[in-house]
């Protein structure tokens, strides 16, 4: 199953960009790439996925590369409720094996 | 929308005992998902339906834990007999429809948290 490497821990001010790094090097050409977090006591929460292009939506932008061997997490002004683990994960196309790694858990300084 | 609903919130047992959560999937969700989360630890897929029948189970311990989805809507996840390794988080997550990747979202519940004494 193709793995995905995150760092454990990164800090940021509030109000600036953040850039979440995810590398997944084995990555197949059919598998997604999506975005959770989790804040704390909460179970998950989706952010964002996309296959080949880079995405936006209202909470993030994710800049994929054009190998797919890595991708980014954008948060365009983080404020502290942005702060959480944030996960990448690598599904099938029929998001069978939705497996969850560690994660990089986010934190945002006033 | 309602969510996904989990029960009970919270669970203390004793080790050797049976434990058993439910799951109440968002309305029309057809893609069922059982976690175990950790802590400390990302979420781990035990079990993965669609409808009633099981996609995924290759991370279930199935001499202890078992997990069933009658009539393809509400879920229950079991424990029997428990140990203290069991302690954790046990959540339960829903999505549409498989096969329209580009719109699926996961949709995750609150969670049961499990403690085994």
């Known amino acids: 199953d193709a793995k995905t490497t995150q760092p454990n821990s990164m800090e940021s001010n509030e109000e600036e960009p953040v850039h979440l790094p995810c590398n997944h090097s084995?990555?197949?050409?059919?598998?997604?790439i999506h975005w959770y977090r989790q804040l704390p006591s909460q179970g998950p929460e989706y952010v964002i996925h996309?296959?080949?292009s880079n995405v936006n939506n209202r909470m993030a932008s994710l800049a994929i590369a054009e190998d797919r061997k890595s991708s980014t997490l954008i948060l365009h002004r983080a404020t502290l409720r942005d702060a959480a683990v944030y996960y990448c994960?690598?599904?099938?196309?029929?998001?069978?094996?939705?497996?969850f790694g560690s994660g990089t858990k986010l934190n945002v300084k006033p | 929308e309602a969510g996904v609903a989990q029960s009970p919130r919270y669970k203390i047992i004793e080790k050797r005992q049976s434990v058993a959560f439910w799951c109440n999937p968002i309305s029309g969700h057809a893609t069922l998902y059982w976690y175990q989360q950790i802590l400390g630890q990302g979420p781990k897929l035990l079990i993965q339906?669609?409808?009633?029948?099981?996609?995924?189970d290759s991370q279930l311990p199935k001499d202890r834990f078992s997990a069933e989805r009658l009539k393809g809507v509400d879920s229950t996840l079991k424990i029997q007999p428990a140990k203290l390794e069991d302690s954790a988080v046990y959540l339960c997550?829903?999505?549409?429809?498989?096969?329209?990747?580009?719109?699926?979202?996961?949709?995750f519940g609150s969670g049961t948290q499990l403690s085994v004494l």
């Open positions: 997550a829903s999505s549409l429809v498989m096969g329209t990747p580009l719109s699926e979202k996961l949709f």
């Open positions: 084995t990555i197949s050409g059919t598998d997604y």
């Open positions: 339906f669609q409808n009633n029948g099981v996609v995924d």
């Open positions: 996309g296959l080949t």
């Open positions: 994960i690598l599904s099938g196309y029929n998001f069978n094996k939705f497996y």
